[in-house]
């Protein structure tokens, strides 16, 4: 069953999230988004779904003080996190709402970013009909999200690994969103530019890098939230804990990035 409400992050959830953004693997997927987006002194941008305001702090430093970044999100605990971090950039705005409901007025912004956000918002059409309507004529939409379909991870039992990914999938809306997502763009009446893709690949569970952090996460969701006994998920996450132990743990996902034009 998949879940039904918009996820959201507390105090110690939010101060996770920020710390593993902070790794190599999640700079770097930064770096490829801020590269394909090619913000412009002046652009006006949002966020969705800012989490912790590292994007929208870099994003600032491109479009500068004539322009303007609205770092939108719907988890207090996360929004406190960026306005600390975006304290001395006045043309930051961190604000609450969600995917759906975008606080903009219409044909008013550049560009609207959502890294990691559209696989937690159940209904896509009228998230892409609020991105359309607050962008400019060749505005510029950039989404990111993870094919759980591309996971790799070590393992001596793959029947396992499959049942524990399976229980895994239900902590998203769409947990292999970026399959379906160039046609959801183009009947959202966007032209879609370009796609591409981005790989995390962790060889230890070291708590800085993504799978230190989402192992223990699927872990916990598995016995939590599916009808597998405890042991199993136990044993699973023994397992792991046991590879990286002697040198011999490896996880891949993908994220899949698509920018797209508002028609002029």
């Not at 770092?71 to 971090?85: F, H, K, T, V």
């Not at 947990?175 to 530019?193: A, E, H, K, M």
Request: hydrophobic share 45%; with cysteine.
């Amino acid at each position: 069953m998949t879940e039904k409400k918009p996820r959201t992050f507390d105090s110690a959830a939010s101060a996770r999230v920020d710390r593993i953004y902070q790794n190599p693997d999640v700079v770097a997927q930064r770096v490829f988004v801020r590269d394909r987006l090619a913000l412009r002194p002046g652009d006006a941008v949002i966020d969705v779904g800012a989490g912790p305001g590292l994007l929208a702090l870099e994003m600032a430093s491109e479009v500068g003080p004539n322009g303007r970044v609205i770092a939108l999100d719907p988890s207090a605990d996360m929004r406190g996190i960026a306005e600390q971090r975006c304290q001395n950039t006045s043309w930051v705005t961190v604000t609450d709402g969600d995917a759906t409901a975008l606080p903009v007025e219409d044909a008013t912004l550049d560009a609207v970013v959502a890294t990691q956000v559209f696989e937690y918002v159940p209904d896509m059409a009228l998230a892409l009909k609020e991105c359309l309507r607050v962008l400019k004529p060749g505005g510029r939409l950039l989404a990111l999200d993870t094919d759980w379909d591309s996971a790799v991870v070590n393992t001596a039992d793959r029947k396992r690994m499959a049942l524990i990914l399976e229980a895994w999938r239900p902590h998203f809306f769409h947990s292999d969103l970026p399959g379906r997502l160039p046609s959801l763009i183009r009947d959202g009446g966007f032209t879609l530019q370009f796609t591409g893709g981005t790989p995390v690949v962790n060889t230890s569970m070291d708590k800085d890098t993504y799978a230190g952090d989402v192992i223990y996460t699927i872990a916990k969701y598995a016995e939590r939230k599916s009808e597998i006994a405890p042991e199993i998920c136990a044993a699973w996450l023994k397992e792991m804990t046991d590879l990286d132990a002697a040198g011999q743990f490896f996880f891949s996902i993908t994220r899949f990035l698509f920018l797209a034009i508002k028609p002029t």
